[in-house]
């Protein structure tokens, strides 16, 4: 657990500073996707959610930056774009787009859930 759960959600391996797309500081949205529905299959709700928080939260915060969801996100708090891979960061990447809309409407208490065309509301 410790060795894959990073600030913004869990890392796809252990290595790290290879270029490659998959490996970290980059983190996916169906990996979190699977991850939180597997946990949650088997009753580790707790991690599920924090998982799911902390997935959010890094997506979130790029989206009120720039208006934007993208292919792949940088797991800790920063401002650097994901790298790496055989083309340029997408943006509106179908994968990120769906899992975040089906985690935003599981958790409707979440901060995302304020953020709409990159105005985020503060919290009541």
């Known amino acids: 657990r410790a060795r894959l759960l990073a600030?913004?959600?869990?890392a796809t391996t252990?290595?790290?500073?290879s270029?490659?797309?998959?490996?970290?500081?980059?983190?996916?949205?169906?990996?979190?996707w699977i991850a939180?529905?597997?946990?949650q299959h088997y009753g580790h709700d707790a991690l599920a959610l924090d998982i799911e928080e902390r997935?959010?939260?890094?997506?979130?915060?790029l989206f009120e930056r720039e208006n934007k969801l993208v292919e792949k996100y940088v797991l800790?708090?920063?401002?650097?774009?994901?790298?790496?891979g055989e083309y340029p960061l997408q943006d509106g990447f179908g994968w990120t787009n769906g899992v975040t809309?089906?985690?935003?409407?599981q958790d409707p208490s979440h901060q995302a859930n304020r953020?709409?065309?990159?105005?985020?509301?503060?919290p009541p």
Do not use: F, Y
């Open 76 to 84: 800790r708090p920063c401002t650097e774009h994901a790298k790496g």
């Open 7 to 10: 600030p913004g959600g869990l």
């Open 55 to 61: 997935w959010l939260t890094i997506v979130s915060h």
């Open 101 to 105: 809309r089906k985690l935003m409407q």
């Open 36 to 39: 939180i529905r597997g946990l």
């Open 115 to 122: 953020c709409r065309a990159g105005h985020c509301r503060p």
């Open 14 to 17: 252990e290595i790290s500073g």
């Open 19 to 32: 270029g490659e797309q998959w490996d970290r500081p980059n983190g996916w949205a169906p990996l979190q």
